[in-house]
């Protein structure tokens, strides 16, 4: 498979596009779909919705293209409304899940279909086809039929033929659903490295978080038809909003309780029965839930308690060696929290059953609401 | 693994049983008739005079170009019934569909012969129609007369074949395929024309095609409307008589199947590479619009039309079972009981031959279709892929071949007394069944393909040998396809008419259609020969009614299993 030629300069003159979704909101029925959805998405910035299948995302990016219609609300790109213009009429580019190629033409008739329909002259589109199609490193193939390529080249066709028509806003529908997993890491780099070097307003729809926060710079959580954070990959990570963006972007521990007051020591106690002690001295959060990332803590003795950590007694359950590190289930109570060590050659593994104590240095731990 | 690939003796049984069936019973027949339409009479030298013969003489030119002209305009015709109703239904959100779906099934169960005497009554020269025209306004439009009047009766009674192509295309088509071309700025009729159309055409080019080789190849409509001037017939009258020893009638039976493998292949090159299922994964057709106020009433409008042509021939036919006299008159003089009585009392042995007959005939289907299809999808037998072919090129062969085949094979040989083989009522049967084979053959292989191999696997890894695996996993689920592709063949079968018109030797052995036919012939006779028509219709819609509710409990059914 050949790579995408990084050399070309960007065949995209324009400016980039900002766009601004205000207040949607879409009912199939009795089943609300989009719910007062409200989002900017920067000039130039490579955007992600991202979401659990069913969440709307989908829903959200036809709605941009002009498939959906919302019950209410306005989407606009650079202050121009757009809610109620065609599909063809809206210079939004997306590349569909399925790719979506016509397998009655060839991959150039393909990347050429849009500009005929824009009534450009015939050599100015044999040139924009070579070029979009050299972007994608398919100049050799322009005379194959969809059905004799791979599904990598199919999705690259279908690249070059959205960003054939030098779109407003790019709009990519779970682009590398369909490629396996190596291809997948491939042209997720290859699609970040097109997107700066055409400055294309872009927005991506994937359930999943890695792809997300490889290539976008800022992503938008969704479920059930709500937008529950919008930041960057990182920040969203550290500081998750709620219990949902907690989990859905990666493995998180979550622990539902209340502080209590155990003779002056304060001590965050789970419905489980277990209890987290936490250090005097500092300022802690405020709500119903616990949280902190399997990698943040650590596994030290029993009774060990460390200075500025909050620690919480339990016993190994379970563990999985995944190489790199161990993911070791530590029984708490009626909780169980996961905890990865970092493995280095030569370390020997805690057994199951050892009694252990989770340290968690306390700035690492959120206090959300559920 | 050597042995896995090694045949299997039950195997081999099958294979050679089946392949000396279709020997027997097309091969055979069908090489007889080319073999004699390229030989000299008496000497069986090779020779192309027979050819010369027909190239000479004006009625046979004149026949094969009347033929064309027939089976392209019953096309061109059927067409303009089957598109827009096409078209409505996958486009628009419009609740006359389910009266098209009616629509396309109905001309399916009257055979096209008992429709255009119906037909001629109400839309000949003194039909009903054009009496009540020449009263009020002064004219008669010639719906029925001469060629035309066979176009008009094979459209009304094929269209079905291009709208069930057509709109199952057009379903196919992947939502996303629209819309992609909205998105790069198509729409409206370009959109249309660039992306739907061409996506939709292999579904068109099939039904289309279909048509134009069952027209070309249809005996007994051209017949009932004296029309005799096209190839079919001309095919038929030779035979009956002059002769079966007269050459024309097999050099006209080989320009026939010349005619429709042409027709097919042509389709199939047009088709080519279009199979375009296999790059659409989601299918779901088109986007669905409602229709406005003035769109509505043009496609109720459209659509009531049709319907009302589509019923002319079932309403005609239902008039005139119970008509005393229906002549020169847009209703009949008075009603009777007194047809339905005849034909199920004199005539009802009719009846009775055809439902043993069209048995037969779809048990031999099921059994040789299934077997066919096990051999192909299952074993790794050399060769078996050639019976699948040889099965299905029963396609290509018009039924009055079929019929002047058996004649000229089996007559020469003699039974007990002196009795020719081809008189036998079991030669019916088996041309009915060799014709519908390629159906039953396609319902077998879908059947069969539908039970995953990993089924059958299963079955094996937790302790069934193979003949158990079969009873209690394979014809277990297949069972509903099975059962549909018995009633399918059995419904076409019993009014088949084509190859038993040149089989059947004596009354006591006519199946239905053949007493429909002679009962036609004379005006006296029509009366009984439409209550005999009527309840035709009534077995064929029954059955095929049977074979929906099998087909839907078997979807049903697997479908509630994955």
Known sequence: ?370 | MTHLLRARPAEVAVALAILLFLGLFLVWPVATVIWVAFTEKGTGAFTLVNFADFARTDLFVRSFWNSIYVSAMAVVVASAFAIPLAYLTSRYTFAGSPVIQVLGFLPLIMPPFVGAVALQLLFGRNGSLNLLLDDWLGFKIPFMEGLNGVVFVQAIHYFPFILINLSAALANIDRSMEEAAQNLGSSGFRLFRRIVFPLAMPGYIAGASLVFVKVFDDLATPLLLNVKDMLAPQAYLRVTSIGIADPMGYVISVVLIVTSVAAMWLSSLATRGADYATVQRGGGGLAKRSLTRTESVIAYGVVALILLLVLAPHIGLLLLSFATVWSFSPLPDAFTTAHYARVLGESSLYIKNTLIYASLAGLIDVMVGTAIAWLVLRTKLIGRTALDWIASAALAIPGVVLGIGYLRAYYGIELWGGRPAATLWVVIVLALAIRRLPYALRASHAALQQVSISLEEAAENLGANRRRTLRRIVVPLMTGGLAAGFVTSFATAAVELSATLMLVQSNADAPLAYGLYVFMQSPAGRGAGAALGVIAVVIVAATTILSQILVERDRRLKAGRS
């Not at chain 1, 219609?69 to 065609?86: K, M, N």
């Not at chain 1, 699609?191 to 400055?199: S, T």
């Not at chain 1, 859905?248 to 209340?258: E, T, V, Y």
């Open chain 1, 1 to 370: 498979m050949s790579t995408m030629d990084t050399t070309l300069p960007a065949g995209n003159t324009r400016k980039a596009a900002a766009l601004s979704i205000e207040n949607v909101s879409l009912a199939y029925g009795e089943q609300r779909v989009l719910n007062d959805i409200s989002l900017d998405v920067r000039p130039g910035e490579f955007f992600a919705l991202l979401g659990p299948s069913g969440c709307g995302k989908t829903t959200l990016l036809r709605l941009v293209a002009g498939f959906a219609r919302a019950d209410s609300g306005r989407v606009s790109i650079d202050g121009q409304d757009i809610s109620h213009l065609a599909p063809w009429m809206r210079d939004v580019g997306m590349v569909f899940q399925n790719y979506a190629l016509w397998p009655h033409m060839n991959v150039a008739r393909n990347v050429a279909f849009g500009l005929e329909e824009r009534r450009i002259r015939r050599p100015e589109i044999a040139r924009r086809v070579n070029d979009a199609l050299d972007l994608v490193g398919m100049s050799g193939l322009a005379a194959r039929k969809p059905s004799q390529l791979s599904g990598g080249q199919q999705q690259r066709v279908a690249l070059a033929r959205t960003i054939a028509i030098e779109p407003r806003i790019l709009l990519l529908d779970e682009p590398l659903s369909n490629l396996d997993a190596k291809l997948r890491v491939q042209v997720r780099r290859e699609l970040r490295e097109l997107q700066q070097r055409l400055g294309l307003t872009t927005i991506l729809v994937t359930h999943d978080q890695e792809e997300a926060n490889t290539i976008c710079d800022r992503v938008a959580v969704m479920n059930d038809g709500v937008i529950r954070q919008v930041g960057v990959p990182a920040e969203i990570y550290q500081h998750p909003r709620d219990p949902f963006v907690a989990n859905f972007l990666g493995s998180a521990n979550i622990l539902s309780g209340r502080m209590v007051d155990a003779g002056g020591q304060r001590v965050f106690e789970t419905e489980g029965g277990a209890r987290l002690a936490i250090p005097t001295g500092r300022a802690v959060g405020s709500g119903d839930r616990v949280f902190f990332r399997p990698q943040d803590a650590s596994l030290t003795a029993t009774g060990q308690a460390l200075p500025g950590h909050a620690d919480i007694a339990g016993t190994i359950a379970f563990r999985e060696f995944l190489g790199s590190s161990v993911r070791y289930s530590v029984q708490a109570g009626g909780d169980t929290l996961s905890i990865d060590v970092p493995f280095h050659s030569g370390d020997t593994l805690r057994a199951i059953g050892e009694a252990v104590t989770v340290a968690i240095p306390l700035q690492h731990v959120r206090w959300l609401n559920g």
